[in-house]
């Protein structure tokens, strides 16, 4: 019982300040893509528009929600749960300084991508409850690009647990002491980004979003908290996957001159203003595009270089096959 009760204190300590970040991502991806667009952005709520996120916030929470007619009201109810839930879940095996992380596993990097892949469930059960057709096709479209970019996502991951020698992130950073992954993943860097603007449903691969070519996708039906769910999972597992790149591909804490946790956040940080940088300056793909790149382009080229890589790692005697 003791555990039990640490762990969920040590959940909730994490959770507070991940919280507030997303809401002050919000802030900042307003602000940063009007500047980007020659105007101000949000500045009325306080000073400079610091009492926007706030708000917004207290808006939707005493926003009603109205479930459709013909909506599954159990499946309706649980989509936008499900998917909050495993995006705060996720935080479980992600430390964010040396020896800050809530559970310290051996295969941690494989438990996160497995909760990540649970998202799914999420996004095709919201769809599906809404008993719309808009929403189904928008559920099993998400799911589809979800699924597809997973796999891409785990040859990269396995290149890295390669390098690293191991599938525990906290060693991984230790192995980045000298060397970051970034610079021995180079060829791939590209496709990193991609991959991860893709599970994210960011843009480019914002298709969930595209309201006037696909009316929105799954959440269509969605209002008030429901849709607010959504949205903190939307951002929460952005800033997440932020901080796991920082982790796996920036050297993570590592360094001599300041606190781990404030590394990792100036990281993370420089990460989600390129998820903003790219929104304010890509278009668009088409659905047939985002599934071509990710079949016939990231884990051909991505699986190739897994294949190069271990083969140099084994030669030298760095991993044993």
């Known amino acids: 019982m003791k555990v039990i009760i640490e762990g969920v ?15 002050y991502m919000t802030l900042g991806e307003r602000k940063v893509l009007g500047g ?13 528009g610091v009492g926007q996120p706030i708000a917004d916030g207290i808006k939707l929470m005493i926003k009603e929600g109205v479930k459709p007619m013909r909506a599954e009201g159990v499946m309706y109810k649980a989509g936008p749960v499900v998917t909050w839930m495993l995006s ?7 430390p964010i300084g040396e020896g800050e992380v809530i559970v310290d596993i051996e295969v941690g990097i494989i438990v996160w991508m497995s909760i990540g892949s649970l998202g799914v469930y999420g ?17 099993l479209r998400s799911g589809a690009q ?39 993943m180079m060829p791939v860097v590209v496709m990193y980004m991609g991959v991860i603007l893709a599970e994210t449903s960011r843009t480019p691969f914002d298709l969930p979003e595209a309201e006037a070519e696909l009316v929105a996708g799954y959440n269509v039906e969605y209002g008030g908290m429901g849709f607010g769910m959504y949205f903190l999972a939307e951002y929460g597992n952005i800033i997440l996957m932020s901080v796991v790149s920082s982790v796996i591909m920036m050297g993570g804490w590592n360094s001599k001159y ?5 590394v990792v956040g100036i990281k993370s940080t420089i990460i989600v203003y390129v998820y903003i940088w790219i929104r304010g300056s890509w278009c668009r793909y088409r659905y047939d595009q985002l599934m071509r790149i990710g079949w016939k382009g990231v884990i051909v080229y991505v699986g190739g270089y897994v294949i190069v890589m271990g083969s140099i790692m084994w030669s030298i005697g760095g991993v044993s096959i």
């Not at 204190?9 to 809401?23: H, Q, T």
């Not at 020659?38 to 500045?43: L, S, T, V």
């Not at 705060?88 to 992600?94: F, I």
């Not at 095709?124 to 057709?133: A, E, L, R, T």
């Open 9 to 23: 204190s040590k959940e909730i300590v994490m959770l507070i300040p991940m919280l507030i970040g997303v809401a």
């Open 36 to 48: 980007m667009q020659r105007r101000r952005g949000p500045n009325k709520v306080w000073i400079e």
């Open 88 to 94: 705060m879940l996720g935080w479980s095996v992600v």
């Open 123 to 139: 996004v095709i059960i919201g769809g599906w409850g809404s008993s719309s057709q808009y929403s189904i096709m928008g559920g």
């Open 146 to 184: 979800m699924v597809s970019y997973e796999l891409g996502m785990g040859v990269m991951m396995i290149c890295i647990i390669i390098i690293g020698g191991s599938g525990n992130i906290s060693r991984i950073v230790e192995v980045q002491e000298g060397v970051w992954n970034i610079s021995i």
């Open 258 to 262: 300041m606190r781990g946790e404030l």
